[in-house]
């Protein structure tokens, strides 16, 4: 209606005659209402092709809210509960698997020694001796790589030490068969005197898990669960 009232004042104050005012009002009303109605109809037309795709995305939005909301009480209560039972099922296990990793560590590490005090004799012309402490109720035991300078077979005050190996509280040096409790190689790279043929045994505290290190004649060490 404002743009009617526009169009007739327009027409007015062009001092137009009545046939032809009324002419050119009608030909500009007519524009108009065809621009309005034309503007509706793409409005609608657009509004339609859109709504779909604004109703899916409004959607979305609200899942995604509703995703990220936090978690209830009891779906917490039910996941401490589950943590609950997983742990008192693993634990016991990890205690138990604990030593026994550690206690063929240790065996493993004592073959490497003697592999190591075979090479230092060859190397350094001397015997190398490994003596090994068996455990007591006290001590868990150890052993020591050390050079007989004296040739005493045992470890003196002479002798140069390579090293020293304490066992670990869960690990015991439970027992072994070598003469005076030691093992080693000559200048040449093998088995000193009667050492050949006896073993070593480690286990775990409480006896579940022992491993067996031997040397054999021409000085390989092998090692038996």
């Known amino acids: 209606f404002q743009a009617e009232d526009g169009i007739r004042d327009l027409v007015r104050s062009r001092g137009l ?12 009303l007519a524009a108009c209402r065809g621009y309005v109605y034309c503007t509706r109809k793409l409005y609608l037309m657009v509004n339609q092709r859109l709504k779909p795709v604004l109703t899916v995305k409004r959607e ?8 990220q909301r936090g978690f209830t009480l009891a779906e917490v209560l039910i996941v401490l509960a589950i943590l609950g039972v997983l742990g ?3 634990i016991p296990t990890i205690a138990r698997t604990i030593p026994n990793y550690q206690v063929r560590a240790a065996a493993r590490e004592l073959v490497i ?25 006290a001590d868990p035991g150890s052993y020591q790589v050390f050079v007989d300078m004296d040739g005493s077979g045992g470890f003196t005050a002479g002798d140069q030490l390579l090293k020293t190996v304490n066992m670990s509280p869960r690990i ?17 790279g ?7 043929g006896n073993q070593t045994i480690l286990q775990t505290a409480d006896g579940t898990m022992a491993y067996t290190i031997a040397l054999g004649r021409g000085g390989r060490v092998t090692i038996e669960e």
């Open 190 to 196: 093998f088995p000193r005197g009667n050492f050949f």
């Open 17 to 28: 005659g009545d046939v032809y005012k009324r002419q050119t009002y009608g030909r500009i």
């Open 113 to 137: 020694d003697f592999k190591k005090a075979q090479v230092e004799a060859v190397k350094r012309g001397r015997t190398v001796l490994i003596q090994f402490t068996v455990a007591t109720p």
């Open 172 to 188: 015991r040096m439970a027992a072994t068969t070598f003469t005076g409790n030691t093992a080693g190689y000559s200048s040449r």
């Open 60 to 67: 979305r939005t609200m899942t995604r809210r509703n995703q």
């Open 88 to 90: 008192a099922v693993a």
